[in-house]
């Protein structure tokens, strides 16, 4: 499989990302989340798995981040 710049990028910066997902409101990070599921169910279904890896840790990230802001 070829590499995702985009994922790179994504994976390279995630402290920085999840610090500025911080910042959000929760029902925000909440929506971001659940765009993140249905996203990732068409890009499966349209076999895209190099933009379901993408979006795989765009929510993780914001998982994360909704965690580290609730003090877990």
């Known amino acids: 499989m ?5 994922l790179k990028e994504a994976l390279q910066n995630a402290d920085y990302f999840i ?8 029902k925000k990070l909440s929506k971001h989340i659940d765009l993140f599921r249905q996203q990732q169910q068409m890009a499966l ?4 798995p190099e933009v379901y890896e993408l979006l795989y840790e765009y ?11 609730l003090g877990c």
């Open 19 to 26: 610090e500025q997902l911080k910042a959000m409101d929760d």
């Open 59 to 69: 929510e993780r990230q914001t998982v994360i981040a909704r965690v580290e802001k």
């Open 45 to 48: 279904a349209q076999g895209k």
């Open 2 to 6: 070829k590499t995702n710049p985009k």
